[in-house]
């Protein structure tokens, strides 16, 4: 993009454009506005530099009020000359040239700007609609290389799901997992992995949505992928930790006592903000050999129903988030255990759901609207559960902006 921008620079707006000298009457600017019709101002130029620009309208205006010819016709054409026109030098870029048009008001998109050369002599003009034609262009540019971009980056963040997929496809017969990023990439993720005797599986909130949420989720796709390789799979509020512990110090989201001094004379010196980013998290160990679920949540909470009863369980998370700035280095999450049965019901999901406001009263869906959805559906196929449960939320949504990145997950022992 900046290869494009440095082509538009105010030289690329010149129009050469015949100037008048202070010597020259009323008349002759007249006889040069007449000559050329499509002329919207006269330059000024003394001795190659500029001094003034003359209105096509204003002169005109002005001449032909009662005896205003008589009385100027013969006189220096300075007489209707805007004395502080925008004057600027052709190298100026397009982005500096419409902060300048800006500045000095309407009057220069209707009069236009006197380009110079770097001596600031006179070399044309330029004119306010051609600035801004330019300048929808480029806007349009950006916004194209931009959406391109995130395009790609969408290809990129769906090809870290894919191993996920393929694993909930080898552990799970039915399932569904509903990942909708609220823009093009998002920062929601979901993770799941098998192993010998069960498969570790996550849900994951990231701070922000779209972009900045996107690189959030690629960051902690690294870390998951490098903790459960130090076997603590059987450990989902120790993973957390040690998950915690990685963000905070890869982010320098630590205390001051904890953080390790730095040489800063070795960096550029400028005003440091502290990030604070990090996730929200359901972690799940399944144990397929002992038939037992081990859940650990850091505000993300674990739903599940267990009999033909269809009441819907919940197991509630701790209620500090992951990797933030107010969140202990040492802070401690606590697994908790549930035993599974054949047709058990699991649901995981992130608040892009529960949170989104709609209905009639223009509230959250909440989780008890959520809860009663599973109830009644439960017995279904996950993927028809998928169906009836977005059905839902797009009804309940309604015209209401969409607040979040939305990712729903579900799957029957």
Known sequence: MSEIEAEYIARSLLRTIPSVSPSQTNDDVLKLL????????????????PI??????????????????????RK????????????????????????????????????????TDENGGYLGLGTGEELVKVVAYL?????RLVMESINYASIIQKSFLRSSREDMNAVLQDYFMHWEPRDKVGGDYYFCKKFDDGFFFA???????GVPGAFMTLIMASFLDHILLENNRHDPAGALAVMNRKIKCALGQTAKSNII???TTKFATGNEEQSDDGMDTAFCWVNTRENKLIYAGAKIPLFYIENESGEVNMLNPDRK?????????????VNQEIALSNGMCIYLTTDGIIDQIGGPKNIAFGKKRFSALLSRHYRKPMPEQESIIMHAYYEYQGKQR?????????FRI
């Open 34 to 49: 007449s000559e050329n019709s499509s002329l919207i101002a006269v330059p000024v130029v003394e001795n190659g530099k």
């Open 52 to 73: 003034g620009l003359i209105n096509r309208s204003i002169f005109m205006d002005g001449m032909a009020k009662p005896f205003r010819r008589e009385l100027f016709a």
């Open 76 to 115: 220096s054409c300075i007489a209707f000359m805007d004395k502080d026109p925008l004057i600027v030098n052709q190298n100026m870029s397009i982005q500096a040239l419409s902060f300048k048009v800006v500045h000095s008001g309407g009057k220069t998109l209707n009069d236009g700007f006197i380009i």
């Open 139 to 143: 806007q349009a540019e950006k916004n």
């Open 203 to 209: 849900l994951i909130d990231c701070t922000g949505h």
């Open 261 to 263: 001094p730095i040489n």
């Open 321 to 333: 988030g992951v990797g933030y700035v107010d969140t202990p280095m040492d802070f401690a999450w």
């Open 402 to 410: 969409r607040r979040d990145d939305l990712s729903l997950m579900g």
